[in-house]
């Protein structure tokens, strides 16, 4: 798949606005979506990224999408009980921390 925010040529030399559209491009596509209160679950550089976005009352909200079709499944074989957690793709995880992929 393409790299969310694009491909530059070798030798590009990023500037505000590459920073500015990496802004837009983020909070339309994850930050400011139901999806963006899974980033904070995360935890670490993920959450830290998401946290300025995201309010209190948008991560306690409950979600909408069907855990068991998009989500990771821990389960160890031998109970009958398993945890269900949502999950962001990795086309989300690159987005939100800014992948860029750069020609060489």
């Not at 909408?64 to 160890?76: H, K, N, P, R, V």
């Not at 031998?78 to 860029?100: M, P, Q, T």
Request: proline share 5%; aromatic share 14%; charged share 30%.
């Amino acid at each position: 798949p393409s790299p969310v925010l694009g491909i530059r040529p070798e030798y590009y030399v990023f500037d505000v606005h590459d920073y500015n559209a990496y802004i837009a491009t983020c909070n339309l596509r994850l930050l400011h979506t139901p999806r963006a209160r899974i980033a904070l679950q995360y935890g670490g550089v993920i959450a830290r990224l998401t946290r300025p976005e995201v309010s209190d009352d948008d991560f306690f909200n409950e979600s909408t999408e069907d855990i068991y079709a998009d989500g990771d499944c821990l389960w160890d074989e031998k109970s009958k009980f398993a945890y269900w957690h949502e999950k962001l793709s990795d086309r989300e995880i690159d987005l939100l921390c800014g992948v860029y992929h750069v020609d060489s």
